[in-house]
């Protein structure tokens, strides 16, 4: 397919929401004709770009040349290490802490460091409640200048109306299938089953796009392959040494991300007050642990799509493998196995997901995992 084409008003950092070109062109006019918007709301379900999105258009922002993608401003802005570009989540499983909120708004009174503009990235904001989101509307109700708040969702149905109202809506669609894989083929010239395993184990094409530029997170994903291979013959004591390895290869592209928080600081240090350090230094505490918690995420997710491959296998369907490349595996472990066990192998992987929003160190549940896995495929775990 021919390259994509970009109009020279088009921000190289709005490349990344090709899929999304209605939101595309639409954030484009607004920064073309210097009409952006205090408060965003970006609404659409997992996997739509809103992320994404969010982070382009933080980049425009913080850029001194409107979003080129390339510069130190937005290198800064794609490791979430940009002093002027906060990325909050929920302090715990039920929701926003008030106080969270509380610290937002002293953070929003004090000016920029390198950007004209502050940016507030807020995900899963359907869980602003009671006290936090009232906290919140006041100050979305009287904004203070060269401050800019995007909020993510998936609806705005469970959100305070108050805060919907002042926030400008931007909605995104899901893209079908084909058009997802099309364009991670473009975008990063991979082959086809390259492109399926990267959107099955990253959940959207911008996404799949940045695993395959990434060696370290398609280790996790091999490691993920060759640990399931290895189950029938492993005994325990393997396979928590897997679980270890694992969880050591997801850690790995935190190094890099670690040291841009670490240099970003130091060069904060002489224009930050003690108060607004401490909460610089804790926003990156919460960024390498939302960091880890994706990767780990990004593990299971090859797990499962390992496992319904071996599902289709086990069920004689003839459609197309996911994983191609690891068809070896997905018949060995299929003819080991059952419909009746591949269920419960999806069904321990599903539970991980909820021990980590809970908190449960990420070994200790990769470990129960695995080994739930292994009985669940009729090959129970030996001892030494």
Known sequence: ?????????????LDALSDQPRVRDFLASALAEGRLSHAYLFVGVPGSGKHEAAEALAKCVACPSGGDATCDECRRVAHRTHPDVHWLEPGSAT????????????????????????????????????????????????????????????????????????????????????????????????????????????GTPARAADYLRSTARQQVRRLVVETLDALARDDSWDVLLAAREIVAAVAVPLADVRQAQEDALRESQDFLTSAALKQVEDANKRELTARERSGMMEALAAVDSLLRDVLLRCEDVSSTLVNEDAAATVDRIAAASDTAGVLRALEASARVADDLAHNVSPQLALEVMLLSIKEALTCPPSSR
């Open 95 to 202: 929701g926003y802490l008030a106080a969270q909120i509380r610290e937002l708004i002293a953070d929003v009174s004090l000016a920029p460091v390198r950007a004209k503009t502050k940016v507030y990235v807020l995900q899963r904001c359907e869980l602003l409640r009671g006290t936090a989101a009232n906290a919140l509307l006041k100050t979305l109700e009287e904004p203070p200048e060269n401050v800019m708040f995007v909020l993510c969702g998936r609806s705005v149905a469970a959100m305070l109306p108050t805060i919907v109202s002042r926030c400008q809506q931007v909605p995104f669609r899901v893209a079908s299938p084909a058009t997802g894989l099309d364009s991670v083929m473009r975008s990063c010239a991979a082959s086809r089953t390259e492109a399926q395993v990267a959107l099955a184990v990253a």
């Open 1 to 13: 397919m021919s390259a994509v084409t970009r109009s020279p008003a088009l921000p190289a950092a």
